[in-house]
């Protein structure tokens, strides 16, 4: 018994570390400071991006506008986090909700393209109880709360959602 004892904290954190590193998640002052106003307000959604009911914010941080910032960034396109890219354009969700937190997604591959770069960004927040929501919700499997369609070169939409753990992508079948 004395050894089943003495190697159980042991056993757990090798559980812990099956799982994956405990990374923790930015801090919170990053959503609270808000958008970074550059010539006025800057542009800010909003929705139940977490699924919890409550008003949830989502803004860009265009390349380069927060030089010092570090911690991980998501990734939903690799579904893995990463280190921060102060040189990539950085979408940023503030939750209400303590699981979903402050979230800063990066993908310089998807973001890295003429429609991201030039004008409006292609975001569009997708409620959930719209009717073109429905075709989605075939491909995003757990999906909670409202999604954000994030517009491509093809002209053929991505969305980003929530499925209750972390934010993830799902591609329509749409050709070109």
Known sequence: M????????????GVALARGPAVAAPGPTRCEAGP???????????????????????WLLPPGSQ????????DPWKDRLRRFDASALTLVVAASSPAAGCTLIQNRAFFATPIWEEGEKPLKVLVRSDPAARDWRRLARGWRGDGVLLGTEAGVDVLLFWDGRRFRIARSGELP
């Open 36 to 58: 970074p106003a550059a010539d006025g307000a800057a542009r800010q959604w909003s929705g139940d991006f977490d699924g919890d009911r409550k008003a949830d914010r989502l």
């Open 2 to 13: 004395k050894i089943i004892v003495r190697w159980m904290p042991a056993l757990l954190l």
């Open 67 to 74: 030089p010092r910032a570090s911690g991980p960034v998501r």
